[in-house]
């Protein structure tokens, strides 16, 4: 079931990415957020629920409400023109968390490509920590492509490995590939945004921006 949900975190990371790049309207982007903010609800409260109190599912399920909870208050921010920081700051909590998650994966569940995966995850929320949290909007367009593109990465391809039950024979090769994606793709689009990069002046800021994760 959690697959479920991954595979639209990736369409809502994707969405996202995409606003902040400027493709798509802030207003128009806060419907797939409540979709999917309510879906990282229902999913690891069902999990929660139905666990039998085995303590690795509540433990793997208590890490969806970070998405989900990331996701609403986007959602939130947007539609009721709120200011970014406090979800900036919430977006710190989640990149700490994450990283402990990232630990559990290597260490408690030996499951090393989902490892790599929360560490992709607590990067991105580091970024939306410095846009939102401490207004670093220079790095806006370079979180919107990241966010893209982890869309794809480290959601929508691992949840269609999950669903078609490929994903556990592969978790090593998968861990290393995205390794090395990270350091390739990310770093020389960093080099490049950074290379091409003009001032945004306040007119040109995209609606919503300070909202959009």
């Known amino acids: 079931m959690a697959a479920v949900g991954l595979l639209f975190v ?10 902040l790049l400027g493709w798509v309207d802030a207003k128009s982007a806060a419907p797939m957020n409540f979709f999917v903010g309510a879906l990282q609800i229902i999913t690891p409260t069902y999990l929660i629920f139905t ?53 559990l994966n290597f260490v408690h569940f030996r499951d090393p490509g989902f490892g790599v995966i929360w560490l992709y995850w607590a990067f991105l929320w580091l970024l939306f920590f410095l846009v939102l949290g401490l207004k670093r909007e220079s790095l806006s367009r370079y979180t919107g492509a990241v966010c893209a593109i982890q869309g794809w990465v480290t959601a929508w391809v691992p949840a269609f490995l999950l669903l078609t039950g490929r994903y556990a024979a592969y978790s090593s090769q998968i861990a290393i590939a995205l390794a090395v994606f990270a350091v390739v793709v990310f770093g020389g689009l960093y080099i490049t945004m950074r290379r091409h990069a003009a ?15």
């Open 51 to 103: 666990a039998n109190g085995n303590a690795d599912t509540i433990l793997s399920a208590a890490g969806l409400y970070l998405f989900a909870f990331t996701y609403l208050y986007v959602a939130l921010n947007i539609s009721f023109d709120l200011d970014g920081t406090g979800l900036g700051y919430f977006c710190l909590f989640v990149v700490l968390s994450a990283l402990v998650y990232s630990g």
């Open 10 to 19: 990736g369409a809502v990371l994707f969405i996202n990415g995409a606003m």
């Open 199 to 213: 001032p945004v002046t306040k007119a040109e800021r995209t609606p919503g921006e300070h909202a959009a994760v």
